[in-house]
């Protein structure tokens, strides 16, 4: 497997970046301490984004439970009566994910379906050659998409029609910081700004939860089957090596966006070590920190001579070899991006 792997050291200050389900820091325990963690989930959406405002021709995907009325208005588009586009849309749609029989407000289906609009108009152009949307959905080719790059790289699972099926060419692990982490409680209280000058006291008074942390996080790639058929195989190589430098770019430099407001935790990384090899399966370093740094003088620089001892040994232990192997700040980012995307077929 030809693959990419990125590694990236990256100091956030005081910030709950994703939370659980009691508004607090995720963590978890690794090395037998408790980290500071960030879950694959919610950084992945913040690379969807910011891929979307990079190459917007290239990702179009959008995941909802309203497939309904973007079905409705392509079949309108391509001349069907208003019953007939309803009927259409709310078959395709209960093909696809279920309509929802609880929804009142919109027409919705049960489950989130990643999307393109390049799908929406290749579902609704094969419904109206057959008017049978089972048919339909066999007859419309997704292999075909050249606005769903991020569908291909970050996966789609279609319980009810397995063939619609991608499977992600992208891999990541959930962020963990490399030292131990205690969240902390900020107190604040606000200010009534009509309220009688005579009364004294605050508006409201609450609390949040938050922490600070430098995090280790990884990234990788399928190269080969980025490419194959069942991905972006329609794509020409220079529209794949726009997929790939943006996906690298993105994934970089995209952060999420809980607490943007009250907490902007926007850094960018202080290391990025890239990888491409040509056989074998990715590999993180996340043990380098298994054992938790302490320090009362920053974590950035000692992370960074962890990571690069833990790459070494792996590479002299087992023989790991790479074809590309550069890291940032050691090049700048416009020749590291130039650099993975040559490995690019």
Known sequence: MKHLELHILQSVPVSCLNRDDLNSPKTAIFGGVQRARVSSQSWKRAIRELAKEIAPALFQGERTKLIYDPLFEALKELGLAQD???EGA????????????????????????FMSPMEIRALAKSYAET???????????AKS???AADIALFGRMVATDHSLTVEAAAMFSHALSVHKVDNEIDFFSAVDDLQDKSEAGAGMTSTL?????????????????LADDDHLAALTKA???????????????????ARR?????????????????????????????????????????RSVELLQAEYQRLKETWGLEAS????????????FLDGVVAHVD
Do not use: C, W
Request: aromatic fraction near 8%; hydrophobic fraction near 40%.
């Open 239 to 257: 529209e794949r090596q726009a997929v790939v430098r943006t996906f690298v770019e993105a994934t970089i430099k995209a952060i999420p966006g």
């Open 84 to 86: 007939k586009a309803i």
């Open 324 to 335: 590309f192997e550069q890291d940032i700040p050691t090049i700048g980012m416009k020749a």
């Open 145 to 147: 998409l050249k606005d």
């Open 261 to 301: 407001y009250t907490m902007n935790g926007n850094t960018l990384p202080s290391h990025v070590l890239g990888v491409i090899r040509s056989h074998g399966h990715p590999i993180q370093l996340v043990n380098a920190f298994e054992s938790p740094i302490r320090s009362t003088n920053g974590y950035a620089g």
């Open 209 to 225: 939860e938050f922490n600070s942390a430098t995090y280790y996080r990884f990234a990788a790639l399928n190269l080969d089957m």
């Open 90 to 113: 709310r078959s395709i749609a209960d093909a696809l994910a279920k309509l929802d029989a609880k929804s009142t407000d919109k027409v919705k289906v049960t489950t989130l379906y």
């Open 131 to 141: 008017e049978d949307a089972k048919k339909a959905l066999k007859a419309f080719d």
